[in-house]
T-cell receptor
Framework: GENVEQHPSTLSVQEGDSAVIKCTYS??????FPWYKQELGKRPQLIID?????GEKKDQRIAVTLNKTAKHFSLHITETQPEDSAVYFC????????????FGQGTELSVKP | ETGVTQTPRHLVMGMTNKKSLKCEQH?????MYWYKQSAKKPLELMFV???????ENNSVPSRFSPECPNSSHLFLHLHTLQPEDSALYLC?????????????FGNGTRLTVT
């Protein structure tokens, strides 16, 4: 079945360093790839998304890259800050099933001051 | 105010109880979803409703029964649950189920089955 693998499961960085989280997906028909951030005890919130017709997208300190051939996409956070500490989830969906997101297992990011 | 409101925030129930989770969205969206979030596991899609019609049941046991009376409200009726059903249940909404509609999540109901 459809599957999204996410690595690493935990990531610890020093404040100011960059963080990279990687995901691979199995369904070649997937064409929408959002990233969600979930702080402790709070709801997941969309931070950035990318569609299959684009290879890279940036929003201030956050960027996402997509390699459709290899079926993987990555989240890049630069100049990390303590408030970036959270669990990050990647997800993928296909075609006209935009809401049927298949999520990765999550990455717990810890940014140490 | 998140735009998607879930009640209750916490629920403890015995295996023989019947309870319901409620979700309401104020975003004018047409699609609503139930997701289950268990520790150390990815978010699992349970049900999808688009314009009040159920479009997805992701092999969810019948002890979970969804209800969507209109596009703004979604319920999850629970009965004879098992301890392994303990989890965070998240409701979400999106404009529709079409291409790339971002999900807006509620704060979830933390369910404990004793």
């Amino acid at each position: 079945g459809e599957n999204v693998e996410q690595h690493p499961s935990t990531l610890s960085v020093q404040e100011g360093d960059s963080a990279v989280i990687k995901c691979t997906y199995s369904d070649s028909a997937s064409n929408y790839f959002p990233w969600y951030k979930q702080e402790l005890g709070k709801r997941p919130q969309l931070i950035i998304d990318i569609r299959s017709n684009v290879g890279e997208k940036k929003d201030q300190r956050i960027a996402v890259t997509l390699n459709k051939t290899a079926k993987h996409f990555s989240l890049h956070i630069t100049e990390t800050q303590p408030e970036d500490s959270a669990v990050y989830f990647c997800a993928a969906s296909r075609g006209n099933q935009g809401g049927k997101l298949i999520f990765g297992q999550g990455t717990e990011l810890s940014v140490k001051p | 105010e998140t735009g998607v409101t879930q009640t209750p925030r916490h629920l403890v129930m015995g295996m023989t109880n019947k309870k319901s989770l409620k979700c309401e969205q104020h975003l004018g969206h047409n699609a609503m979803y139930w997701y289950k979030q268990s520790a150390k596991k990815p978010l699992e899609l349970m049900f999808v409703y688009n314009f009040k019609e159920q479009t997805e049941n992701n092999s969810v046991p019948s002890r979970f029964s969804p209800e969507c009376p209109n596009s703004s409200h979604l319920f999850l009726h629970l009965h004879t649950l098992q301890p392994e059903d303990s989890a965070l249940y998240l409701c979400a909404s999106s404009q529709d189920t079409g291409r790339g509609s971002p999900l807006h999540f509620g704060n979830g109901t933390r369910l404990t089955v004793t």
